[in-house]
């Protein structure tokens, strides 16, 4: 079954991006056993942690696309040894992309998905503690109710208001956009368009690729040509006449993307994947205005020495009060491939069946 099937790369890149994790090629990572946290959990297409219930250690969040499921894992004993699986949310059609961030701004960390074929980017407050907000652990909240074929997301705070933002592709439209939490506490939000013109756009990442003090975004798309980073210039939008100012980089087909300091020298470089394989890009000049790609090789070694995890939280010095959500309907948007389950990031690059 194809959809079962992860290449490497493709592992990797999860691994790596979507976690954050620090990690070392200098050699064989010594890696002593595996542990099984849920098997099977099918199509798991994103993973990441966070301290969900806030006892101090890490738990993960995941998606499975094939049976719709957003669920987390409770890190039981805290050292990775134990797990215990609590659902958020069992019928997202295709979940995809998942984040965690404190998006309510009240000092626990929620959590965003986009679903597929859902055509959503949906929020859930977390109410672990108290249980009173909705009756269970997460109070679902939508940000957007028509985001067709949603693919990744991210959470981040774009524009540096001190409240957390959401960052998403929507493949089939192309689009690169974000949504700015309007009164910083999750009950309002007002979509942006990044760019509208990302073929088949999917991996999203965000850094201060030109050191100027504010964070860029980079992102990638199934087709060649759908690899760019752009400019953060909200503030003034005198560069190139708008909020975010493109810079296209490669013709290469691009799936995956992460941002890091690859080589150590203090600025941001960009890492690539898809089925064909991976790449990083040197951030040359620092500046972003010079890129130099590397291949990594699929096995063995490489000249690669580190991924560290360059993000960090803003906080939030409000605590505002939160608003119910309102229930979701199911979307009369549905895509016409709502039958295909197969994985976009597994399946063969064919932009004519998603439109
Ligand atoms: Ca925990
Ligand atoms: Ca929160
Ligand atoms: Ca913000
Ligand atoms: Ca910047």
Redesign the pocket.
Known sequence: MQRRTLIPAQLVSILLIFMGAAASFAAEIPWSHQNVIEDPFTDPLRLTSADLDGDGDLDLIGTSATDDDVAWWENTVGDGSAWTRHDVDLDFDFAYGIAAGDLDGDGDADLVAAGFFESSVLWWQNDIDSGLVCGTDFCEGTIDSTAQAAAAVDIVDLDGDGDLDVLATHRQPDDVVWYENGAGDGSTWTEHQIDTDLEAAQGVAY??????????VLAGGGEAGSFAWY??DLEASTVCGSPWCAHPLSSALTEAVGIGDLDGDGDLDLAQSSSTGMSWWANTAGD?SVWTETAIPATGTTGVPSFSDHRSRSPVSDAPTMSTSPSRSKSATATPVADDKTPPMLRPVAKAALR
């Open positions: 850094g201060d690729l030109d050191g100027d003090g504010d964070l860029d400019e953060n972003g």
